[in-house]
């Protein structure tokens, strides 16, 4: 099992920043991938950036340039810097750890929700921009 816990999220106004953090604990070296993904009220859940144990690196198209994933692996945290916030960013993020499916890859490079075996999710912390 792997235990992922979120923090960072906030209130900012349009323009301002945050940095999201997630503590990883428990049978991490059985991690492939992990990321960010975001969801909306009414919306189905996104990927946002992840990063896999080769150090490749995706992002959404709606947060380049603006968005930055990142890990420090002696702490076995996950970080995302945003800058450049927008409503449209408002959602709550969850961090998620991917372990690798030996039939069919990892969804998190391609930005994509793992089956559930395969994939542990954090709480979510709450990001709310306002315009």
């Known amino acids: 099992q792997v235990q992922l816990v979120e923090s960072g999220g906030g209130s900012v106004q349009a323009g301002g920043s945050l940095r999201l953090s997630c503590a990883k604990s428990?049978?991490?070296?059985?991690?492939?991938?992990m990321g960010w993904f975001r969801q909306a009220p009414g919306k189905e859940r996104e990927g946002v950036a992840t990063i896999d144990s080769n150090g490749r690196i995706s992002y959404a198209d709606s947060v380049k340039g603006r968005f930055t994933i990142s890990q420090d692996n002696a702490k076995n945290t996950l970080y995302l810097r945003m800058n450049s916030l927008k409503p449209e960013d408002s959602a709550m993020y969850y961090c998620l750890a991917e372990r690798l499916s030996p039939t069919t890859g990892s969804y998190c490079v391609h930005l994509e929700p793992p089956p559930s075996p395969f994939g542990y999710w954090g709480q979510g912390t709450q990001v709310t921009v306002s315009s």
């Open positions: 428990g049978y991490t070296y059985s991690i492939y991938c």
